[in-house]
């Protein structure tokens, strides 16, 4: 069985591509890569491909936060990704890996949201990233969460036409003030997988499938954490926590400064 | 350092899934518990039962899984040309092939096999094999199956079945003898009541299956027949089956 | 900061409802409450109460998505629309969804699949009322309900929330502390040890603060623990022998 030929090899501290444990296959980012996005970016993590693309709309604040802007985050499994994924409404899958990354963005305050507002307690800007996966060679999460974030520092805010009440627009396109996101930190997820008592990172989709559990930890520019997701059916010990927790600080680094 | 094996319960202690029974290798999990490296814990909650070095515990509640020997009343749900699909109180359905219900010689071409068994008819069957993927077929061919007519089903908690049946038929020769009622017990958690107090012999089934846990059961349940039935023998033929 | 903060959350080491920085919310279990299931609990940490039905194991409907090897735990996480005091929308929702996965995720770790081939086994959570920490009582009643219904385990799962607060790290997250507070860490254990089989944290926190709500939520763990094993001996007492 595939499952237990890759189990053996983890257990043994070999991977089928060479890699070590903690290595992360090749990532590239491209920032700007759709251009009827207020932002966008593709994010390559070996032959795991997603694209993230972020439209920007004028909208009422939620009532808790009446001077601050909205965020969104919506991820949508494409079939072409893996033979595995159906047409249809969000699995719980994709509905987790969406929350795991509006929460890292959120809870670090990666948006400085005070400063989207247009007219206090009736207009902010809200701003809606849709992750869509494009292949699925495990580590979508990671690879997703790459691409809100640099979407974000891709993304331009629209021209707003304040006696319109309306976005400006030049025939269809979006007109853009030119003026960035208000970012203030920049999360980064690193999801730590565990077959027996290894820990390992970025797996493939067949070392996701043997994978007793995991852990996505999200960490800041500073090295605290803002979020974390365990999934999958195995547990883990308060050891393996902090060490999964220190693995995703340190490793967080890295993939930060792919980001450009 | 020999760490000595020591028995950590007492019979019919109830015990809660994760209870460690005993610890050492000279104990051995039976059914319902679990080796965890020296420790054996319960799997469920229930009641430890021991059984020399075996030691297990019972299900106080839960689903019937069918197992090869059980005698069990069951209700024709469907039929095809060669067999019926019966309904076993179980996630499980089972089959029943006309070779296992009858010796006769049959033309399947020309026999609407219903005139055997039809839909909804009762019958108390044996249970022939359990697949690993837990196809399950029945026969007839015991000397206690029969087609079961008239009278009431009721189901009980299949757990709860040995209480109800009592040391060797005892408690059933209880109810029968004061309600005046046939009765069949199926280990799959079906009872077949037919006679003059059906009422008072489901009303004791129920008493049974809710306190089989508490000790005196016998006690109270015989000063209840006493005081609600009317002793007397059973009507008709001598009751088959059951046991 | 959100509307309607209040200026504190912690004064002199109390909690807005005087509790400790590490003291739980009165907890009450109670086992076999729905008759019509299989298997149920309820489980309540003060305000927040939770209600699982367990129905199954039972035929895995369509026969095409069955497993012939092991039964398929399926977990469904619901609020009442009148458990919080702005009435939410009925149905699924994606929190709802999110934690139906992770609670699901949880309780597979110690259920024996493997006993019920081809089958469903359906676990229903509603939460009666909300105050913080719902998808804690309702893991902790679920697992509950499952040992209720005769499911065979290798434990039960006990699961409370950590969270942190003006500064100070809490335990059993409530009301004002999960809408105003820094941190909400929600955790579950294997029978009260060091074996973490669900983990959620939104909030910022160093590594060190990291570790002392581990430790914290490992011990907080095994109090429920206490709990549930008391809810479950209760219920077959012997004290409670109808009088004939």
Not at chain 1, 49 to 64: F, L, N, Q, R, S
Not at chain 2, 93 to 105: C, I, P, R, V, W
Not at chain 2, 171 to 199: D, F, P, R
Request: proline share 5%; charged share 25%.
């Amino acid at each position: 069985m595939k499952g237990d030929y890759v189990r053996k090899l983890i257990l043994s501290d070999v991977r089928t591509d060479g890699r070590t444990l903690g290595d992360f296959r090749e990532i590239t980012v491209e920032k700007g890569v759709i251009k009827t996005a207020e932002g966008s970016a593709v994010v390559t993590i070996g032959k795991t491909e997603v694209v993230a693309g972020i439209k920007m709309d004028a909208a009422t604040p939620y009532p808790d936060t009446p001077n601050e802007g909205n965020l969104v985050v919506d991820a949508e499994f494409v079939p072409f990704a893996n033979p595995d994924f159906e047409p249809g409404p969000p699995t719980d899958v994709s509905v987790e890996l969406a929350r795991v990354v509006d929460r890292a963005i959120r809870e670090c305050h990666a948006i400085d949201t005070e400063k989207l507002v247009i007219v206090p307690k009736e207009l902010v800007w809200a701003v809606h990233i849709d992750i869509h996966t494009i292949n699925d060679d495990g580590n979508l999460q990671d690879a997703a969460s790459l691409a809100a974030i640099a979407a974000l520092q891709d993304c331009k805010i629209p021209k707003y036409d304040a006696e319109k009440k309306q976005i400006v627009k030049e025939l269809t396109a979006v007109v853009s003030s030119g003026k960035s996101l208000p970012l203030q930190d920049t999360p980064v997820e690193v999801t730590v997988h565990k077959i027996g008592a290894k820990l390992f990172l970025d797996p493939t989709v067949e070392e996701e499938e043997a994978s007793d559990a995991h852990v996505t930890i999200a960490s800041t520019e500073d090295g605290s954490l803002c979020a974390m997701q365990k999934g999958g059916k195995g547990s883990f010990t308060t050891e393996e926590l902090m060490r999964a927790a220190e693995m995703s600080i340190e490793k967080g680094k890295g993939l930060r400064g792919a980001l450009g | 350092m020999e760490k000595k094996s020591e028995l950590l319960v007492k019979e019919r202690q109830l015990v809660a899934p994760g209870d460690a029974v005993a610890r050492g290798l000279d104990y051995l999990p039976g059914a319902g518990c679990y080796r965890k490296n020296t420790d054996i814990k319960s799997k469920l909650l229930g009641l430890v039962r021991l059984k020399d070095r075996v030691v297990g515990v019972v299900p106080l509640s839960g689903v019937y899984v069918p197992k090869p020997g059980d005698g069990i009343i069951a209700t024709v749900s469907d039929m095809q040309s060669t067999f019926w699909i019966l309904d076993i109180n179980s996630p499980y359905d089972a089959l029943l092939q006309l070779g296992e219900a009858t010796a006769e010689y049959i033309d399947i071409a020309k026999t609407d096999i219903s005139i055997y068994f039809d839909i909804g008819d009762v019958v108390y069957a044996k249970v022939l094999s359990v697949s690993r993927s837990k196809n399950v077929t029945l026969t007839m061919n015991d000397y206690r199956a029969k087609k079961l007519i008239g009278g009431r089903i009721m189901k009980v908690t299949p757990s709860k079945v040995p209480r109800i049946i009592g040391k060797e038929g005892s408690m059933i020769e209880l109810i029968k003898n004061y309600t005046g009622c046939h009765i069949v017990v199926g280990q799959n958690g079906v009872v077949w009541l037919k006679g003059s107090n059906e009422a008072l012999a489901a009303k004791t089934v129920l008493m049974i299956e809710r306190e089989a846990h508490i000790r005196g059961l016998t006690d109270r349940v015989t000063a209840m027949l006493k005081a609600e039935g009317t002793p007397g023998p059973v009507e008709a033929r001598a009751e088959e089956g059951g046991v | 900061m959100k509307a309607g903060a209040p200026e504190a959350l912690i004064v002199k080491g109390k909690r807005l409802d005087g509790r400790g920085l590490e003291e739980f919310r009165p907890m009450e279990a109670e086992v076999g409450v729905i008759p019509q299931s299989q298997g149920s609990a309820r489980f309540s940490f003060g305000e927040t109460k939770a209600l699982v039905g367990v129905q199954g194991p039972r035929p895995m409907h369509p026969k095409g998505l069955q497993e012939p090897t092991r039964t398929i735990l399926r977990c469904y996480y619901f609020m009442a629309p009148f458990a919080t005091s702005e009435r939410g929308r009925p149905g699924r929702s994606r929190r709802s969804t999110e934690i139906s996965k992770v609670i699901g995720e949880a309780l597979s770790n110690v259920i024996f699949l493997e006993d019920y081939p081809k089958t469903a086994l359906d676990v229903f959570m509603e939460i009666m009322q909300a105050n913080a920490s719902t998808r804690c009582a309702a893991l902790t009643a679920a697992s509950m309900a499952l040992a209720d219904a005769g499911i065979p385990m290798r434990d039960l799962i006990s699961s409370i929330s950590v969270g942190k607060a003006d500064g100070k790290i809490i335990v059993d997250v409530a009301g004002a502390e999960d809408n105003f507070g820094d941190v909400d860490m929600a955790v579950a254990t294997v029978g009260g040890g060091d074996a973490f089989v669900l983990l959620q944290m939104d909030g910022v926190i160093t590594l060190d603060e990291f570790r002392t709500m581990l430790e914290l939520a490992r011990n907080g763990c095994a109090t429920v623990y206490g709990r549930q094993k008391e809810a479950l001996m209760k219920r077959y007492s012997i004290e409670e022998v109808s009088e004939l």
